[in-house]
């Protein structure tokens, strides 16, 4: 089963910042948290990934608490083109092991 | 940056035959790919694991004579379904990872239909 627990579904005005919750309470020292994508019928899309430390790239941010059981990925202004399924991912012996992911739905 | 690419991205095929799916990593040596599978409205599932030269590692309640998984060279592996039948009509995707690398790069994705 996957370490994470996601909210099934979310909504987010274009335009706005969305906050994507993730627990990840059974997470090792060493094992990182992965965020990626998946809009309908294609493969996954990789966001960003981080350890401990709050990461940024051009896509999202990912913020990390400090004990590391959760985390929040953060895209600064939604369009609808992200609208998508995201997933949460911590791996487990170095294999992705999908949870149920979190439906953004983006409205205009 | 790291490219995977599957081939064929659909394939439609007669109960009874076997279907050879493709996965390629396209500007880096994949040392490690990952099968799954996903059904209409589900998440991702993991089938196996292959590391290149070695025999794959199935996931529980996958049956490795079934699917049988090939990874021959470091930018190639392939997923054949035997003897398919209706229930085995679903999404297929491939990722591959590099070692000492971080990041899994997944394929786009083989809709088989099983008629």
């Known amino acids: 089963d996957a370490k994470t627990t996601q909210p099934p579904s979310m909504d987010c005005a274009e335009g706005r910042a969305a906050n994507l919750p993730c627990n990840h309470s059974?997470?090792?020292?060493?094992?990182?948290v992965y965020w990626y994508r998946q809009i309908h019928s294609q493969g996954p899309q990789y966001i960003i990934h981080?350890?401990?430390n709050n990461e940024t790239n051009e896509m999202a941010s990912l913020i990390i608490t400090e004990d590391r059981k959760s985390s929040t990925l953060i895209l600064p202004h939604a369009t609808l083109r992200d609208t998508a399924v995201y997933y949460c991912?911590?791996?487990?012996?170095?294999?992705?092991?999908f949870g149920t992911g979190t439906r953004l739905q983006v409205f205009p | 940056g790291a490219v995977v690419s599957q081939h064929p991205s659909r394939v439609i095929c007669k109960s009874g035959t076997s279907v050879k799916i493709e996965c390629r990593s396209l500007?880096?040596?994949?040392?490690?790919m990952f099968w799954y599978r996903q059904f209409p409205k589900q998440s991702l599932m993991l089938m196996a694991t292959?590391?290149?030269?070695?025999?794959?590692?199935?996931e529980q309640g996958v049956e490795k004579d079934k699917f049988l998984i090939n990874h021959a060279s470091l930018t190639l592996s392939t997923l054949t379904v035997t003897s398919a039948h209706p229930e085995d009509s679903s999404f297929y995707i491939c990722?591959?990872?590099?070692?000492?690398?971080?990041?899994?790069?997944f394929g786009s994705g083989t809709r088989l239909t099983v008629v």
């Open positions: 292959s590391n290149e030269g070695s025999k794959a590692t199935y």
């Open positions: 991912i911590v791996t487990e012996a170095d294999k992705l092991i």
């Open positions: 990722s591959a990872s590099r070692t000492g690398q971080w990041g899994y790069t």
């Open positions: 500007d880096f040596q994949a040392t490690t």
């Open positions: 981080g350890l401990k």
């Open positions: 059974t997470i090792s020292g060493n094992e990182y």
